[in-house]
């Protein structure tokens, strides 16, 4: 029997994770869905099955051009009973990828999930998949007018991207972070981290821009969003602009006051072949 591998983008991230204790696992970025859209892929690559993203029901769709999907219609019939698959939470309700083969290897033909996890440490993205990344993400006209137009408006003509990545906190639970901004630019610019004359800044945290723009500093004037928490239109609009921007980029930084790299950031150097710097103070 054919097998068919669905990611499926939807929004109600929190529904499907309710069950999961750690509130920083609630909320999945793009960088998250991006990660496990790759892994389904090329983990159906290697199990010779076919493989489809749909986002007909995620605000991504308005902005990016539909991509094949035959199933459709069995999505919109079961949207409840799509199952969320990730690891490393020990949710017994919910499959990871410890035990994903077992999952796809059911008699179910189509298989439909909404994942965010990886398939293999240290996984690595082949040129197949990031081709189909790329046409996953092919902008609609109308969409492209305005990427060309943001990325021609730009202050620097030939950039790097500069991602500040600092925390949920202030994105996505409102807290008042607290951080001597001066001190900690100096800190980037006195060991030559930071380049004012070539980085361009995007980060989630807006007291971080506003301190940015204050200095004259190049940034996004977008006010920061978390793609599992703010994905209304607009924000998703701009979202997707600091993606294309990324693509166009010479390189990209990415500063995280968490341990882990940055989705966001790393997946998109990937499939674009940006070289990437993960900058540790």
């Not at 068919?4 to 793009?30: L, M, R, S």
């Not at 109308?142 to 730009?154: A, G, P, R, V, W």
Request: proline letters at 4%; glycine letters at 4%.
């Amino acid at each position: 029997m054919e097998k068919n591998v669905i990611q499926v983008y939807i929004t109600n991230h929190y529904e499907k994770v309710k069950n999961i204790d750690a509130i920083k696992d609630k909320y999945f970025g793009f960088g998250d869905l991006i990660r496990g859209t790759i892994s389904l892929y090329l983990l159906s690559k290697k199990l010779n099955y076919n493989f489809y993203v749909d986002t007909h029901l995620h605000p991504i769709s308005k902005f990016l051009e539909p991509i094949f999907c035959p199933y459709i219609t069995y999505i919109d019939e079961n949207i409840n009973k799509i199952p969320y698959v990730g690891g490393n939470h020990n949710v017994s309700t919910h499959n990871s990828f410890t035990n994903f083969f077992n999952f796809v290897k059911s008699s179910q033909n189509i298989i439909a999930v909404f994942s965010n996890d990886v398939s293999a440490n240290n996984m690595i993205i082949t040129n197949d998949c990031k081709e189909f990344c790329k046409l996953f993400l092919q902008p609609q006209p109308f969409f492209l007018t305005q990427i060309n137009s943001f990325i021609d408006n730009l202050p620097l003509k030939n950039y790097n991207v500069f991602q500040f990545r600092m925390g949920d906190d202030e994105v996505v639970y409102n807290k008042d972070i607290n951080i001597d901004y001066n001190k900690f630019f100096n800190k980037f610019i006195s060991k030559n981290l930071f380049n004012p004359k070539e980085d361009i800044i995007i980060s989630d945290s807006k007291k971080l821009k506003d301190y940015a723009k204050s200095k004259g500093y190049n940034t996004t004037q977008f006010n920061p969003k978390h793609f599992g928490v703010h994905n209304d239109e607009k924000s998703t609009q701009e979202l997707l602009l600091e993606i294309f921007m990324m693509s166009k980029a010479k390189k990209i930084k990415s500063y995280t006051v968490y341990s882990w790299t940055s989705g966001f950031t790393y997946w998109i150097s990937k499939i674009y072949d940006i070289p990437y710097e993960k900058i540790v103070l």
